[in-house]
């Protein structure tokens, strides 16, 4: 995978591989960083990764492994000194994907948000030291990919669906069968609340969420739907904060479309 992480002193370009995590500067032209994988002593059967970058809490960026560990980062303003500050250990599968808050969290709710190949979601609050303040168990899907947005958890699934949760107690608010295959990418566009999903079933949708501010609920809207055909989607993301266009790319395709 690799992500640019936007910290209010610097921008990084992280890649994760079997190896391990690299930082670079944006342009990729100097590499800040490297963390490779601890091997364990008697190797699983299954193979190690990294997966699942974030910035998070203003200057750490986590990254997670396929142990189930999600490694935390501490980025000075400047300079190489990046140094292994935390490791969280509350999942027990491979770590799918890590969000950080891309709104306005309310009070007591988390600000970052960890998932992995059980299903099973973390809601964490950063600082110097990252509290555990919940935790969603699995329903036998893998979650794929999670965003965070103005205190709701926006995850999707293996099994194609969308759910949205509380980030705050852990409730889930709503569930749209949004997809007929599994769901590879989810993203948000912070200014509007618009999210983007695409699926191995070639589509692309975009919905909206919103909080009704007299009762408080939470609600999704399908905004739009766009075919790829004959493509497997595996990526898709806005463009611009307010959702007004999108790229996604494929399996097996050399190009990236633009909408």
Excluded at 64 to 93: C, M, W, Y
Excluded at 111 to 138: H, M, N, Q, R, Y
Aim: hydrophobic share 40%; net charge negative.
């Amino acid at each position: 995978q690799a992500a640019w992480c936007e910290l209010p002193a610097r921008v990084l370009l992280v890649l994760t591989s079997q190896r391990g995590v690299q930082m670079y500067d944006a342009d990729g032209s100097t590499m800040v960083f490297w963390h490779a994988l601890d091997v364990p002593e008697h190797p699983a059967a299954h193979s190690m990764f990294a997966r699942g970058i974030s910035a998070a809490g203003g200057r750490f960026i986590c990254v997670g492994t396929s142990f189930g560990a999600v490694l935390v980062f501490d980025i000075p303003p400047k300079g190489t000194n990046v140094t292994l500050s935390e490791v969280l250990e509350q999942h027990r599968d491979p770590i799918t994907d890590v969000a950080a808050e891309q709104g306005q969290a309310p009070d007591g709710a988390g600000d970052l948000v960890t998932a992995d190949d059980s299903g099973t979601l973390c809601l964490w609050s950063t600082g110097e030291e990252f509290s555990l303040l919940g935790k969603i168990p699995g329903s036998g899907s893998t979650c794929s990919s999670v965003r965070l947005w103005n205190g709701i958890v926006a995850a999707g699934y293996g099994n194609g669906q969308i759910r949205l949760w509380e980030a705050g107690s852990g409730r889930i608010r709503a569930q749209v069968s949004a997809h007929a295959r599994w769901i590879y990418a989810l993203d948000l566009a912070p200014l509007t609340g618009k999210l983007l999903s695409g699926a191995e079933d070639s589509f692309v949708h975009v919905w909206k969420l919103s909080k009704d501010p007299d009762t408080d609920d939470i609600e999704i809207q399908h905004c739009h739907a766009e075919c790829v055909t004959d493509t497997q989607v595996c990526g898709a993301r806005f463009c611009d904060p307010a959702g007004d266009t999108f790229a996604v790319t494929g399996y097996d395709l050399s190009e990236i479309l633009c909408y």
